[in-house]
């Protein structure tokens, strides 16, 4: 068989739901030379990349750490952890990600209660009281950021409830992370995971997860050993913590790019780039109803980092998407489940979330809508982004 053909991946502007563009500094990290897993160069990387996801989920948790594998993988780390055959948990459920965690979960035996929301609506502090009062459960899981819906879950006075209850708190921060505020310690969520490739502008490959006191009590607690030997963190804990006892071999080099994203976003200061992504998703608001598009999750409850909008009337949504990529380089996601044909999901994510991006999706929607005659005034998409940041 002759040599495989040469690699040669086309240059995209990632702007879906994830993965999203990558910093040129992350790759840049990632090239670098591997260690050996427990060379001394590689365990200060492993302390350096502990102490600043800590302070990306402002915690002062112990146990934090990134599980070799993506985001789903830290949702199965988290779940696999806390619950044992027969527990009940509840899991909200108002787009793809809670039904995920809700298959995780009763995979791991936990006896779901599912709390369910229309598509793009969030969760009321009201709805999780009643449920918990009816189920009295051991973990409440509910996803902060959905990112097949764009809708932006408030945690805080749910993580009171679930506390005031006996139970704990796991929160999906995968898309969360590093695009809006995420406060374990302040609002005292009890386990959370993440994923690099959404709002920390690294591929995909690690998923930061981080778990408190309380929910390392209940996992050194359990009478069942943690159903997965890969995503046991009582066993991971002597690797990430001072023993460094071999567990798996983990992704050096993967690390290095997260050692660089959050490093990045360190140096910007997580209330500058909070910022920076509230702006310019204002921006691609502006310019998006300028030419009639509007947005699908709840007014007031919309995330930033992913601005899931309804197809325009008439518009093959499938033609726009592969036109944007074709001819002009641009990825957005599709809907998925309830809104499978007719959404888009335009993520401004990390690194990606700039004006250049913003500019370019605007103007590129423009002209492809305008091809299959949607009427607006040329350019206004651009004119009204443009207000935005003129301030
Ligand atoms: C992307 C995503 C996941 C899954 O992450 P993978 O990296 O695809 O495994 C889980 N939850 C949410 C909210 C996500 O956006």
């Known amino acids: ?89 509840i899991v909200g459920v108002n787009g793809v990600f809670g039904g995920r965690m809700t298959d995780v979960a009763e995979r791991a035996g936990a006896k779901v209660t599912k709390i369910e929301r229309p598509w793009g609506e969030v969760f009321t502090p ?19 950021a959905e990112t097949s819906t764009g809708a932006y879950q408030p945690i805080e006075e749910i993580a009171k409830i679930v506390h005031d209850a006996g139970a704990l708190l796991l929160v999906d921060a995968v898309t969360s992370l590093g695009g809006v505020p995420v406060e374990v310690d302040k609002w005292g969520i009890d386990a959370i995971y993440s994923g690099t490739q959404k709002c920390l502008s690294c591929p995909p490959g690690l998923a930061p997860v981080s778990f408190n006191q309380r929910a390392m009590d209940v ?107 074709n001819r002009f380089g641009i990825e957005i996601g599709a809907g998925l489940g309830a809104f499978k044909g007719k959404v888009w999901r335009i993520g401004l994510m990390g690194y990606g979330a700039r004006p250049a991006n913003v500019y370019l999706v605007l103007s590129a929607l423009e002209q492809l809508l305008a091809e299959q005659g949607c009427k607006f005034e040329a350019g206004a998409s651009v004119a009204a982004a443009s207000e935005v940041y003129r301030g």
């Open 1 to 89: 068989m002759p040599a495989l053909p040469p690699l040669n991946p086309p240059i995209r502007t990632l702007l879906g739901p994830g993965p999203s563009d990558i910093h040129p500094r992350v790759l840049a990290a990632m090239a670098r030379p591997t260690v050996g897993h427990l060379d001394p160069y590689y365990l200060q990387v492993m302390d350096k990349v502990q102490g600043g996801l800590r302070e990306l989920f402002r915690t002062t948790n112990r146990m934090t750490f990134a599980v070799s594998g993506t985001g789903s993988a830290g949702m199965e780390a988290t779940v696999v952890n806390l619950i044992e055959p027969g527990d009940a948990m």
């Open 126 to 144: 009201e709805e999780v009281q009643k449920a918990v009062d009816a189920v009295k459960p051991k973990v409440v899981g509910i996803v902060m």
């Open 219 to 325: 996992i050194l607690g359990r009478k069942t050993k943690v159903q997965s030997w890969y995503l046991d963190v009582t066993m991971l804990a002597n690797y990430w913590g001072s023993d460094r006892v071999y567990h798996h071999t983990a992704p050096i080099n993967m690390s290095y790019g997260l050692y660089e994203a959050v490093s990045i976003i360190l140096e910007e200061g997580l209330d500058a780039c909070f910022a920076r992504h509230a702006l310019n998703h204002r921006a691609l608001k502006a310019g998006l109803a300028a030419i009639g598009i509007k947005y699908a999750a709840q007014e007031g409850y919309q995330l930033p980092m992913l601005n899931a909008v309804h197809v325009p009337a008439g518009v093959d949504e499938a033609k726009v998407r592969s036109d944007l990529l």
